[in-house]
């Protein structure tokens, strides 16, 4: 009888652990699904539809980081294992993109950083890859430095604006300057898709977004 109490004093921290994993929106990782392999997985994914988001916001940091990583991987290979490539491209688009591609040492699950090996090779599988972030100095430099085109909205940090003026040959110290005072929904475009960098207006999304800038001064305000 002491030999199990023993045990299970040893045991309880990590059983707890386990609990709240099972119990957690993570545990749903560690259930058995119905596909009998990961291509048929991805082949659901993917289906019929041109657009597929998907929402990892609820997660954690950590757990973000690996499921992105991941799903990047699964991607990549399945359009290796395909045997003709180019008859379905993906692009993967991944939004606040410094969290995910970084420049590290420490590779997590994947063993390698799968973001700059798509960079560099992910094309002639049919893979591309669109990053957005708010904080370009954050990236990867191999990622960035194999962008092909660039939409620059107003940028005002300096160690931003120096590594875009760094990273992006094609750019200009007059494009740099003008980057610090563009209005809102104005950006820079340039790149091998258009012939001459253009400062382009874009269109407010409809249906409005479920996130908007802050209104501090009306909500704060007290007449």
């Known amino acids: 009888m002491r030999e199990v109490l023993v045990r299970k004093e040893y045991t309880a921290t990590l059983m707890t ?16 699904t119905e596909y009998t392999s990961i291509d048929k997985y991805i082949d659901s994914m993917l289906g019929e539809t041109q657009i597929v988001d998907i929402d990892i ?7 973000e980081e690996v499921v992105t990583k991941v799903l990047a991987k699964l991607l990549l290979d399945y359009l290796k294992r395909r045997v ?35 960079a560099k090779e992910g094309r002639k599988d049919g893979m591309l890859m669109g990053i ?15 962008c092909s085109n660039f939409i620059i909205h107003r940028v005002q940090n300096p160690d931003d604006l120096q590594y875009i003026s760094k ?3 094609s750019i200009n110290q007059n494009m740099i300057d003008r980057l610090t005072y563009l209005q809102t929904g104005h950006a820079l475009v340039f790149g091998s898709a258009i012939n001459l960098p253009a400062l382009t207006k874009f269109e407010q999304a409809s249906p409005k977004t ?6 501090i001064s009306e909500k704060w305000y007290v007449d």
Do not use: C, W
């Open 17 to 32: 652990r386990l609990q709240t994993i099972q119990e957690g929106i993570q545990g749903k990782f560690f259930s058995k």
């Open 84 to 118: 003709n490539k180019a008859e379905m491209p993906i692009n993967f688009i991944i939004e606040e993109a410094h969290r995910f591609v970084k420049n590290e040492t420490n590779y997590g699950a994947v063993g390698y950083n799968i973001f700059e090996r798509i």
């Open 57 to 63: 916001s609820m997660l954690d940091d950590v757990s």
């Open 132 to 146: 957005s972030s708010q904080r370009p100095s954050e990236l990867s430099k191999t990622v960035v430095s194999q």
């Open 167 to 169: 990273m992006v040959p």
């Open 210 to 215: 479920d996130s908007d800038n802050a209104k």
